[in-house]
């Protein structure tokens, strides 16, 4: 079993999508790590030998993954809240903050559809 960064690669993907697991390496990435290791994208994770897992694992030094990007990344939310931005008051509020409609959609963000009911005055009109 191969453990990079705390993350273990299922064995039988190859080595280019196995490395999509961690936190921070999407398939770009991915590529660009691997050609920088010189391994083949498409072994498969079980197939890499020693050298190559290492070599992997030097190239991932060069980029923030897994808990240094989470924590990079929670610095900056906190920085927006802090200086009172909107998109600080949106993180805040636990809403999206990137232009998206609210109305309609963001079920993910606020939660399950709630039915309102008929209030007081309504039903003794009927």
Do not use: W
């Not at 921070?24 to 050609?35: A, D, E, F, P, V």
């Not at 992997?56 to 990344?73: Q, S, T, W």
């Amino acid at each position: 079993m191969v453990r990079i960064v705390g993350v273990d690669l299922p064995p039988n993907k190859s080595i280019k999508v196995a490395l999509t697991y961690i936190y921070g390496i999407g398939t770009t990435l991915s590529q660009q790590i691997l050609g920088q290791a010189g391994v083949d994208p498409f072994h498969k994770v079980k197939d890499l030998s020693d050298a190559e897992v290492v070599a992997i694992r030097d190239a991932i030094k060069n980029f923030p993954v897994e808990g240094d990007l989470r924590k990079e990344i929670s610095l900056a939310i906190k920085r927006l809240v802090e200086i009172g931005t909107y998109r600080g008051s949106r993180h805040r509020k636990g809403l999206p903050c990137r232009g998206q409609r609210t109305k309609t959609n963001g079920r993910t963000r606020r939660g399950k559809r709630k039915t309102v009911g008929l209030g007081k005055g309504k039903e003794e009109e009927k």
